[in-house]
């Protein structure tokens, strides 16, 4: 099978390791994922996300028909403003999440996860009903990131527009970054302050570059996916097919606060979630911190004793703490910080805790 490739793939195809992620030749690091976590959580980070998704949902209906499919609560949206979102089944299951855009009361954008755009659509045109129509617009966007406390700094040079004054989770369009018309939404998925940039895919290399040029003075870095992870993981954000997927609903995955199950629009899955909310989910995702030695990876088993009790949904050596730590999607009776479990690693139980999450929050 081709791998898909960005915009961008060109500017760094040998400046970076690359691997094949969801179909798509990603760059996994440039000069390593610790120097470039390091980067994002000091001074700042340029990343490629351009195989995300963008689909333009407008008309009379979109309003109310997203109000249906979605968790959060739209009728609470400003123009200009972005929301966190789950999509889900009928029993509470994760279709994706998402980050919805209100450019009017009947104009959005939706960004959908790389791996399930398609799925997403056709979930989408299979639910929706009325005046609402659907511009997939994926193929002709790009999407840079610039994330970390210099991140403003750095695209402020760039522009003539004041761009301090957007706040996080809002947006602004049209902005000229070196001479580049951009859609510029202070969100990112790194637990930093930051930027994501959506701009013509034919602008992008160009974009690429001069933000490079610009970053150096401040010790901006790109970055692949590797470090991406890294950053997204100690900030406690859910990453899908690992802490969300149509098995784990968003109350399970620590996502409870995109749930509005009390909004006056009935949504999908609502009846399920309120009820995990009201009863309290029977799984919880917690973190764990090893105590004997390991690393806890994806799909490794958790147990008390004999039994089994949940599975790590992520798990690394957390640059910034320098400890081995994990998220588990656990039993929620063995939830309770400081209790002891072990993790199958290659064929032996190794002793760990439940901590607090996230692991790293920034400090404003």
């Known amino acids: 099978m081709t ?9 760094y195809q040998n400046l970076a390791k690359t691997v094949d992620f969801g179909g798509w030749e990603m760059p996994v690091s440039f000069s390593g ?23 333009e949902v ?38 994706d999440d998402l980050i919805v855009y209100r450019r009017s009361e009947d104009a959005y954008v939706l960004v959908l996860n790389a791996a399930n755009i398609e799925s997403d659509i056709a979930w989408i045109q299979e639910h929706i009903q009325g005046d609402v129509s659907l511009n997939n617009v994926s193929k002709e966007t790009a999407l840079l990131a610039v994330q970390g406390p210099k991140a403003v700094n750095i695209l402020q040079t760039l522009t003539e527009t004041t761009i301090t004054n957007i706040k996080p989770f809002r947006f602004r369009e049209g902005v000229s970054l070196g001479g580049v ?7 990112g998925y790194t637990g930093e302050d930051g930027f994501e940039l959506y701009v013509s895919h034919t602008d992008a290399p160009g974009l690429w570059n001069k933000i490079l040029k610009a970053g150096e003075p401040f010790g901006l870095l790109p970055c692949g996916l590797g470090a991406r992870d890294t950053l997204r993981f100690e900030a406690k954000l859910a990453l899908y097919g690992q802490e969300l997927n149509r098995e784990i609903s968003p109350i399970e995955a620590g ?12 949504f999908i899955g609502q009846k399920a979630l309120k009820a995990q909310k009201t ?17 806890p990876r994806h799909g490794y088993e958790v147990y008390k004793e004999d039994k089994k009790i949940g599975v790590v949904t992520s798990g690394t050596q957390s640059p910034t703490l320098g400890k081995n730590v994990g998220l588990v999607l656990l039993d929620a009776d063995f939830s309770a910080l400081d209790t002891e479990v072990t993790v199958h690693i290659r064929g032996k139980n190794i002793l760990a805790k439940v901590v607090k999450t996230p692991f790293y929050k920034r400090s404003v």
Do not use: W
Request: charged letters at 25%; one cysteine or more.
């Open 58 to 95: 407008e008309g009379p209906d979109a309003l109310s028909n997203l109000q249906r499919l979605l968790t959060n609560d739209l009728s609470k949206m400003e123009d200009g403003q972005a929301q966190y979102h789950a999509m889900c089944t009928e029993s509470g299951g994760t279709v």
């Open 181 to 187: 018309p951009t859609f510029l939404s202070r969100t």
């Open 279 to 295: 009863e309290g989910p029977t799984r919880k995702l917690v973190g764990i911190e090893m105590i004997g030695r390991g690393i």
């Open 255 to 266: 996502i409870g606060f995109a749930v509005k199950v009390d909004k006056a629009t009935p």
């Open 3 to 11: 791998l898909q490739r960005t915009p961008l793939f060109e500017e």
């Open 33 to 55: 994922i610790k120097a470039e976590h390091f980067a994002v959580r000091g001074s700042a980070g340029l990343f490629d996300v351009s195989h995300m998704g963008e689909l």
